[in-house]
Each structure stands twice: as structure tokens, then as C-alpha cells.
């Protein structure tokens, strides 16, 4: 297992510029716990404020409000970090971690990474600018929520799985698995009827057609998402 969390933390940027020895004895430090899929890691306000990495598995984070409604802020996979502003500030946690599938994930306590960043300062730098990014990608969800109605911001998010894992067929078009339309809403702050509703437009449109398998979709969907670039 802990050859497992070295090859994690090497890989990691935040930690590639350790010393070797800082780095041996920072795997030692790290505790190993094994999630089912499902399953909450933590929730929105729990006081806890460890660093976890994935070793192997996914998990995302998500806001949730006393309706049960959902919104999916970011998927973690194997060798991402969370956690990290409850670590730096000490304060509760600001979303929800649940595990997409069976997962490993490696913690760290504040009090070792504190102890850590007194050793390697340099790791501040490291840590900010993965603050920056992600604050980046807070700021590209409020703008979608502002300004893109619910059509627009799925076929946003659907450019977006096409670029992380989409496949392209031999008619030119491009394949993407099949998602529930609920976990499609929680992605982009929509209910599920609205997307439900989105997509038989889209379909009306020849944009996207939704098969048992998954989502069929014309690249003349990156004409409407410049962001985006054909792959």
C-alpha cells in the first residue's frame, strides 16, 4: 500500500518537488481507507480538514440543499487531491465528497502537512496555483448559471465529456456513455425534467441522439461551443 501512495504523490504536483526524504517520510504519514461506491466521504459542513488523495476510484463534489436538490462542482479521480481549503483555513468543509465507485483514497492530517509546509515551502506555491485553477472552474459554473439557459449549459457540459472521454465514430460523429438525466442535472444546476426537456430539443435540432448505450452527438455541437475545439 505504500508503494501505492508513492507512486500517488509522485505524480501529484503539488508534492513532485519534495526532497527524497521528505517525500519517504510523507508516505508514511498518509492513513489508507477503502469507500464503496456510493458512499459519503464527507459532507458539506463537517469539521474535518484532512488532504485526501486518489489512489484508485472516483469521487465528485457537490452542493445539496434541504430539498435533495444536487450540484455537481468537480470529479476527483485517480491522483487528484481534495479537501484543501478546509486544510488551509481550518473551517468546515464546503461540499459534499461521495465516491462515483469503489475508491482508495490516501489522508493526510493538517497538523502533518502543516509540519510539511514548514519543511518544503515551496509546496504554498503549488497549492495556490491548484486554488487558482479550481476557482477558475467555480467562476465558469456561476457564469453558466447566470447566463446560459439549460440548453445551452448541457450542450456545454456534453462538449466537455466529449473532450474527456469521447469517442468518434466512423460517420464522424462522437459517442459518450449514457448518463441518468438527474445526475445530468445535478452537473449543470438544472432539475431533471428541464433536462429531460433540453434534450428531446436537441434531438429535434439532430444535435444529440440518445441510445441505450449512450448519447450520439453531431460536431456540428461545437459550432455553438467555441470554447471547445473539435477533436
Known amino acids: ?8 504523490v509522485r505524480e501529484i504536483p503539488l508534492f513532485r518537488g519534495l526532497s527524497s526524504r521528505n517525500l519517504k517520510r510523507l508516505v508514511t504519514e498518509f492513513q489508507v481507507r477503502e469507500f464503496k461506491k456510493g458512499r459519503v466521504v464527507f459532507h458539506q459542513s463537517d469539521s474535518s480538514t484532512d488532504l485526501y488523495i486518489v489512489l484508485n476510484g472516483s469521487v465528485k ?3 445539496v440543499n434541504e430539498e435533495g436538490d444536487e450540484l455537481t462542482l468537480a470529479e476527483f479521480k485517480k491522483g487528484d487531491f ?3 481549503m478546509s486544510l488551509i483555513d481550518g473551517k468546515p468543509r ?9 475508491s482508495t ?6 497538523d502533518k502537512f ?8 515551496h509546496i504554498s506555491l503549488e497549492l495556490l496555483s491548484s486554488l487558482v485553477e479550481r476557482l477558475r472552474i467555480a467562476n465558469g459554473v456561476i457564469e453558466s448559471l447566470a447566463f446560459l439557459d439549460v440548453e445551452e449549459r ?3 457540459l456534453l462538449c466537455s465529456m466529449i473532450e474527456e472521454c469521447g469517442e468518434r465514430t466512423e460517420a464522424g460523429f462522437y459517442r459518450i456513455r449514457r448518463c441518468p438525466h438527474r445526475e445530468l442535472a445535478s452537473r449543470i444546476g438544472a432539475s431533471r425534467e428541464a433536462v429531460t426537456k433540453a434534450l428531446k430539443v436537441l434531438s429535434f435540432k439532430g444535435l444529440v441522439r440518445e441510445g441505450r448505450d449512450g448519447y450520439i452527438i453531431s460536431p456540428n455541437i ?3 461551443n467555441a470554447e471547445f475545439k473539435i477533436k
Open 82 to 84: 481534495f479537501g484543501e
Open 222 to 224: 461545437f459550432s455553438r
Open 114 to 121: 502543516v509540519e510539511l509546509l514548514k519543511k518544503e515551502p
Open 1 to 8: 500500500m505504500k508503494r501505492l501512495i508513492l507512486e500517488a
Open 154 to 156: 448541457l450542450m456545454r
Open 105 to 110: 483514497l490516501g489522508i493526510l492530517t493538517r
Open 61 to 63: 463534489a457537490s452542493l
Open 94 to 102: 464546503s461540499a459534499t465528497i461521495t465516491c462515483l465507485e469503489d
